[in-house]
């Protein structure tokens, strides 16, 4: 499979705690984007990064949030201390900036968050 | 502050219905617009619109963009029970030479009934 990858698919943890996700863009992609989902809404951005430089970071990314990509391939999403607010489906994307300006950004299947 | 709305929020039609599903925006910096399709997992790619008027087709599924009025529609002819799903509408921000982000609506939950 080429597409997208996440990992895990589902993750439940107890208020308060760390926890990291992982996301594996498709190989030629040097873009690549976090979103949050809550059940009704559609996906919120959180932060992007172009190969290893994190270029955006949204308001939505508190503090407790952190994301890298070191080596401009996969990148890690950690929640520090979580909240039950913080649960939700974790949405990776990537895209690929190359000549056209137009860059469709595809979706991984996601990683569930439940917080205790 | 940008935003995309999306109507209706829920629709529930029969199998070989024609259905509408509208997208209104206010993004600044608009670069596309690009509509997706979500079944109880990650959002499907359907279509990425960037010029008015141009109406892109894929089988049954047609949509078209007006930049003037900020609003898009997507059109679902012969629709069948496999067509239900969240079709979620989003406005990409330009940002230098690319998109960066995407502004999603909160989707059209669409039901087809057999």
């Known amino acids: 499979d080429t597409g997208v990858s996440q990992d895990p698919r589902h993750k439940i943890t107890k208020r308060g705690q760390n926890v990291t996700f992982r996301c594996d863009p498709i190989?030629?992609?040097?873009?690549l984007y976090w979103y949050r989902q809550t059940l009704g809404q559609g996906p919120e951005f959180l932060t992007y990064?172009?190969?290893?430089?994190?270029?955006?970071k949204s308001r939505l990314l508190s503090d407790r949030f952190s994301a890298e990509r070191p080596k401009g391939s996969f990148s890690t999403l950690e929640i520090q201390r979580t909240e039950q607010g913080d649960s939700a489906m974790y949405l990776c994307a990537s895209s690929q900036q190359g000549q056209g300006l137009y860059n469709e950004q595809f979706f991984g299947p996601g990683t569930r968050l439940t917080v205790l | 502050e940008d935003k995309v709305v999306q109507s209706p929020l829920s629709l529930v039609v029969h199998e070989g219905d024609t259905v509408t599903l509208n997208c209104s925006y206010e993004?600044?910096?608009?670069?596309?617009l690009l509509w997706y399709k979500q079944e109880k997992k990650a959002p499907t790619f359907l279509f990425m619109l960037t010029s008015s008027g141009i109406e892109k087709k894929s089988g049954r599924l047609s949509s078209i963009l007006d930049k003037k009025e900020l609003f898009s529609i997507l059109n679902i002819t012969a629709t069948q029970t496999g067509d239900s799903a969240v079709y979620l509408c989003?406005?990409?921000?330009?940002?230098?030479?690319?998109?960066?982000?995407?502004?999603f609506g909160t989707g059209t939950l669409l039901a087809v009934q057999p």
């Open positions: 990064f172009q190969n290893e430089a994190q270029l955006e």
């Open positions: 190989s030629e992609h040097n873009r």
């Open positions: 993004v600044t910096n608009f670069r596309s």
């Open positions: 989003a406005g990409a921000l330009r940002r230098g030479g690319a998109t960066n982000k995407l502004i």
